[in-house]
Every structure is written in C-alpha cells, then in structure tokens.
C-alpha cells in the first residue's frame, strides 16, 4: 500500500536558518507528492506539489524536488521566519486520487 | 471566497454517547471528504462523497461511524457510540471534482475529546 514517512518533530531553529523536513515515500505507479501546512487554529492549506519525477514545487520560498530514485520529497527553505511556525505534512495521491498523509513534523521558529 | 466551514469547533462527550459533526463545502464543489486525525499523526480518510453519492468508504469504522450528503451539499458526520480512541480532529475538505489536478480545500476541524 501507500505510505509517507516523514521525520518527526518538533525542529527548533532560529529566524533566517535553513529549513529541511525530510519525506520519502512508498508507492505504487506514479503518485503526485505535496505538501500541505496547518498553521495554528487553521485548516490544511495545499503548499507547494509536483506531479512527476524531478519536478519542483515551489511556493513562498518553500521548494521540495520530486526524486523517484530515492523516493523522496524533501521541504526546504533558505531563511526561515517566525511566521513559518506551523505544521507541515507530506502527502502523495495515488491514482485512484486519495490522499495519503505522513504524520507530520511541527516546525518552531525563534526570533 | 468563503471557506469550507465545519461545526462545532470542539465537542467533548462520555465514551457511549453519540456525537454529530456538520461541514459546509466551498460552493460549487461535488466532491466531499472526511478526515480523522489523531494527535500526532497525519490525516487519514474516512470517507469521499460525489455529489450525494459515496465513492470511498473503505477506512470508515462502520460499525459506529456513519455519514450523509442527502443534497449534495452539506454533510454530517456521525458517531454512535464514541469511544476513547475516537478522539481527534475531524476535517472536512472539498474540491470542484475529484479531478487529480484540482486543489483540495480543508475547514478547520472539529476537535473532539472522548472522557
């Protein structure tokens, strides 16, 4: 079946570090990678996808490299900010187009 | 635009007893999920609708859980009876269809604690 790992928190960093929360992935055929953010007291909001091998998402400085090789979809960020404190989760979507979510990693970020 | 709304924001209730959920989707949109999150873990899918229709419930818990989109609007979520390990957030999400390009839209939740 499909699954998501991704690694786990908290990770603490002060404002303008460099961010990477690592996800890799088991799945069949070609699935499309996102990932999503739930910051405090809000909903899941879509972040940044790729839908095919070596495409880059990007949104909001966030990037992450669809790498079907090493089955993994990596957020990273060059300068992180306080207002970058939330949740972040990995998920891919099969071809029968349901969504499969790692458990998520909470990212901290002190000024 | 407004957002996918979802009521009650928290609920607690005594294991046994029974709990009801509401969530308005983004108007327009056909396709309608419910998600259980556990604290600590990702979302995991109970059940999509079409419009009215049901096209997976495959993880729902049916022995206790049941859910309706009688209009193909607004959808209830239900649980009859609840026990300790049903507490978590339950999310509600919609999308125009259930295209695989098309963004998916999440309410707040509602967070429910079972004692």
């Known amino acids: 079946g499909n699954s998501v790992t991704q690694m786990e928190g908290p990770v603490t960093l002060s404002e303008e570090a460099f961010l990477t929360i690592n996800c890799t992935y088991t799945?069949?055929?070609?699935?499309?990678l996102f990932w999503y953010v739930q910051y405090p007291g809000e909903g899941l909001q879509l972040l940044l996808k790729a839908t095919k091998a070596d495409d880059k998402g990007s949104n909001k400085g966030f990037e992450a490299t669809y790498r079907k090789e090493t089955t993994s979809f990596h957020l990273e960020k060059g300068s992180v900010q306080v207002s970058d404190s939330a949740v972040y989760f990995c998920a891919l979507r099969n071809a029968g187009n349901m969504l499969t979510f790692g458990g998520g990693t909470r990212l901290m970020v002190k000024p | 635009e407004a957002g996918v709304a979802q009521s009650p924001r928290y609920k607690i209730i005594e294991k046994r007893q029974s709990v009801a959920f509401w969530c308005n989707p983004i108007s327009g949109h056909a396709t309608l999920y419910w998600y259980q999150q556990i604290l600590g873990q990702g979302p995991k899918l109970l059940i999509q609708?079409?419009?009215?229709?049901?096209?997976?419930d495959s993880q729902l818990p049916k022995d206790r859980f049941s859910a309706e989109r009688l209009k193909g609007v607004d959808s209830t979520l239900k649980i009859q009876p609840a026990k300790l390990e049903d507490s978590a957030v339950y999310l509600c999400a919609s999308r125009v269809t259930g295209g695989a390009n098309e963004k998916l839209f999440f309410g707040s939740g509602t967070q429910l604690s079972v004692l």
């Open positions: 799945a069949t055929g070609y699935p499309s």
């Open positions: 609708f079409q419009n009215n229709g049901v096209v997976d």
